[in-house]
């Protein structure tokens, strides 16, 4: 048995892949050297130890992908059941993506490639990946490796998309692999981000819902001040989830009707951008939206 040791922080990633001969069974696990003084308790809220993403291990290769979520050692353990040789890399494989900017790239049969961007509460984020070599599956990560949104698993879609609007800030990163894991090739890669419509305290607006959709509308408040939300439609049951400049969920109604549709009062706990989500029960159309200043 080798153990294999290394420092890492929260927020760190890590590739790890094992390229072997012989059969050789591995696993990665946080092994702090002072470990009375490392709960391993976990609190609600806390990150994980390690939170792994799904990589294949194929070809005579072990890989884990993984995002750490303490500081201090962690190791990587391997057994050999039997006479095994190996060849060991670690390295944080994410490469930077830029708003506007196409990515051509290739990805290798059951292989994954990882990108990573900077993000704010507030943004609404579309990333898209396409190729005509495999069917494309994209999958996109918070700051704490926790599935925050995926695409659809359709196997004949060559085309994977992600619309995401962000609640935590921090990095996020998009991982590209093929459908089963067992595709390769050519492939297209772009983020963008759309500018949220404004919604002025006093002002009134007006909508269109696509079928499944969620619109998106920001308003800037005051601590203290006290709103009142109201959106009608005659074509569908809205659904309104409200939240803080720094991506905290204050209001999700659902309550509404056709005669009444949703309405709610609220006093804004702090001063900044805050961001309305307009979605649908039942149905899709066209709506109108109000928001009153309640002082």
């Known amino acids: 048995m080798d153990v294999l040791s290394f420092q890492g922080k929260p927020g760190d990633f890590r590739l790890v892949e094992v390229a072997k001969k012989g059969e050789v069974y591995a696993r990665l696990i946080y092994a ?4 009375k003084s ?28 993984a995002i750490l979520g303490r500081t201090g050692r962690y190791q990587l353990q391997l057994l050999a059941a039997t006479a095994a040789s190996y060849n060991l890399s670690a390295r944080d494989p994410s490469v930077p993506i830029a708003l506007g900017k196409e990515i051509d790239s290739n990805l290798p049969v059951g292989g994954a490639a990882f990108y990573s ?16 070599k495999f069917v494309p599956l994209l999958r996109l990560y918070d700051s704490h490796g926790r599935l925050v949104s995926a695409s659809g698993t359709d196997a004949d879609e060559l085309e994977g ?5 962000v609640v935590n800030e921090g990095v996020y990163r998009l991982q590209v692999s093929s459908l089963g894991d067992g595709g390769g090739g050519d492939y297209r890669q772009t983020l963008s981000q759309t500018k949220l419509q404004e919604l002025p305290i006093g002002g009134r607006a007006k909508g ?5 959709a969620t619109d ?8 203290g001040q006290t709103i009142f939300l109201n959106v009608r439609s005659a074509a569908f049951k809205p659904v309104v989830n409200l939240r803080s400049p720094d991506g905290v969920r204050l209001v999700a109604d659902n309550h509404g009707n056709a005669a009444t549709g949703s309405l709610f009062a609220l006093r804004l706990p702090k001063s900044g951008r805050y961001t309305v989500w307009i979605s649908s029960a039942r149905g899709a159309g066209d709506y109108t939206m109000r928001l009153i200043d309640g002082d």
């Open 32 to 35: 702090p050297e002072e470990k």
């Open 38 to 65: 490392e709960p391993r308790i976990g609190r609600r809220g806390d990150r994980a130890e390690i939170e792994f993403l799904p990589v294949a291990s194929r070809g005579g290769r072990l890989r884990y992908a």
């Open 117 to 132: 961007f900077q993000a704010s509460p507030g943004q609404l984020f579309h990333a898209n990946l396409a190729s005509q």
């Open 161 to 165: 998309r992600i619309t995401h609007m």
């Open 208 to 212: 269109a819902l696509q079928p499944g």
């Open 216 to 223: 998106f509308w920001t308003f800037v408040g005051k601590q």
